[in-house]
């Protein structure tokens, strides 16, 4: 009887953001339906499973894993009986064009050390930018990271911190006050690329990375990222939300300014109290609202806005290993500026290329069959605003990527290859419904962040929220967790006598 009493809230999206908004709303009281239009759940962090390989379509670098450690205590589970994860080490393996490697670690006595090899000048400027970027922390991800911008004054508030701690300046500029070696600079600024945002135009307010990975550290779940998907969505089918898969929405239906109901693609009308969207604002708002209903979000608007870079990602698996291999490895080019503004500003692609190479099998040979390795590398190239054709592009593009990582990295990989495949800005753009095939959706520029991203709660239309990427505090697996916890702050309470009772969990 009190389940029929109980609003109804839909989420539409089942990425990490969609999920943990369920979870979130269910154990506030909401009864949940998350309508998803893929086949599986995870959105970008889907998974590929080929010839014996498992592939993490998404995320693979785990931080703050008590993010999704809290969805399960919500609603009275131990996280540990649903899914293990393991610290990596090192957090990142750098690799120059010169030959040259970084380690970055989370010893630091063994990064001292290696920075002192590097240039014995910049120990002490490393231990004043981490100092620094422990102090950005602090603000921007322990005061800010949950707590909604839906006014400009919210915005004016944290200004003057903002300000103190010199977040006007790019992440690469702030480095460069405190590093003088190049190499060094590079380790220290590439962490926003990881976010989909430029080093060199990205607010230093996200040197708040450096120490958010020096608090927790980098992880990963065995079994893959997919694993914690799998975990969360076995969680959600046993507090009750309504998972329906291959159900894409196509319109969200407004009365009075306020959101009504969802159809989808089939035809379905599903009724509404709230509606959460982990899809990319940009979509949702041109595709799913009418525009007699955004005053603000018109398509002129959306249009003028940055979208971040898009990725050519390759998966592939061999007959044999490479364990000199780190986890995570970043291939530096001869160029970092230079390719940069090729990406972001010019929309080019350019004929060298800087990549993340992941190595799953050197903490996990569950990932490929025994006496074999699992890999994806992935390659940061411009949005479609570019204009590339990728259908003509795409195979020689994939050529380049494996002739490259055999000549250097992986020898031998070319006559090793069992399987191998690759997507492009089409997948984003087409699959994922990213705006232009944006990546990690609006580019984290100063700008465009906090009060300047998209709202956690429409301006718009009444009882329309999101989650995701592209919302406050941004892309990267914190930033979208942490944008189903600003919920908890925005989204109206359950009375009592309406909530619907979690399945275990006492009331």
Not at 116 to 121: D, K, T
Not at 179 to 205: A, K, M, T, W
Not at 309 to 314: D, E, K, P, R
Not at 456 to 478: C, I, K, Q, R, W
Request: contains cysteine.
């Amino acid at each position: 009887m009190r389940a029929a009493h109980a609003p109804h809230a839909v989420v539409i999206g089942a990425g990490f953001g969609g999920m943990a908004a369920a979870i979130r709303l269910r154990a506030r009281g909401y009864r949940v339906t998350l309508l998803e239009a893929l086949e599986q759940t995870g959105g970008r962090a889907s998974v590929f499973h080929r010839d014996g390989f498992t592939f993490d379509a998404g995320p693979t670098v785990i931080t703050a894993p008590y993010l999704v450690d809290e969805l399960f205590e919500l609603v009275g589970r131990e996280p540990a009986d649903h899914y293990e994860m393991v610290p990596v080490d090192p957090f990142y393996r750098v690799e120059f064009a010169d030959g040259s490697r970084f380690d970055y670690v989370d010893d630091e006595e063994r990064l001292l050390a290696q920075i002192r090899a590097f240039s014995p000048g910049d120990v002490e400027g490393y231990l004043r930018l981490a100092d620094h970027a422990r102090r950005i922390f602090e603000i921007g991800y322990v005061e800010l990271a949950d707590a909604p911008f839906l006014r400009v004054t919210d915005m004016l508030r944290v200004a003057p911190a903002m300000m103190r701690l010199e977040n006007h300046k790019s992440v690469y500029a702030l480095v460069s006050q405190y590093i003088e070696d190049e190499r060094l600079r590079q380790v220290f600024s590439f962490q926003p690329l990881l976010i989909g945002g430029n080093p060199f135009r990205c607010s230093s307010i996200y040197m708040l990375i450096h120490w958010l990975e020096r608090r927790w550290g980098v992880h990963w779940a065995k079994g893959g990222t997919t694993a914690l998907v799998g975990a969360l969505t076995r969680l959600m089918s046993d507090i009750g939300v309504d998972v329906r898969l291959q159900t894409p929405v196509e319109r969200i239906t407004v009365s009075g300014g306020r959101v009504e109901a969802v159809e989808t693609a089939s035809g379905e009308h599903i009724p509404a109290d709230l509606i959460v969207c982990n899809g990319d604002p940009s979509t949702v708002y041109t595709r799913l609202l009418a525009p007699e209903h955004r005053r603000h979000n018109t398509d002129r608007a959306i249009r003028r806005k940055r979208q971040g870079m898009s990725l050519f990602v390759a998966w592939f698996g061999a007959n044999r290993t490479w364990p000199e291999l780190a986890h995570h490895t970043i291939i530096l080019g001869p160029r970092y500026r230079e390719l940069l503004e090729d990406i972001f500003e010019r929309k080019i692609l350019a004929d060298d290329f800087s990549l993340y190479l992941h190595a799953p099998t050197r903490s996990d040979p569950s990932m490929a069959p025994p006496g074999h390795e699992a890999f994806y590398v992935l390659s940061p190239v411009p949005n479609q605003r570019s204009g590339i054709d990728w259908e003509a592009r795409h195979q020689e593009y994939l050529d380049r990527l494996l002739d490259a990582l055999d000549a250097t990295h992986l020898p031998g990989l070319r006559e090793s290859l069992v399987t191998s495949f690759a997507v492009d800005p089409r997948y984003f753009e087409g699959r994922l419904r990213s705006y232009d095939g944006a990546a990690f959706g609006l580019e984290p520029r100063l700008t465009q962040s906090a009060w300047f991203r998209y709202h956690n709660a429409s301006e718009d239309v009444g009882g329309l929220y999101f989650v995701g990427a592209s919302t406050h505090p941004g892309a990267g697996m914190p930033g979208v967790l942490s944008t189903a916890k600003v919920l908890e702050r925005i989204v109206p309470e359950v009375e009592p006598w309406r909530r619907e009772p979690i399945p275990g969990l006492a009331s």
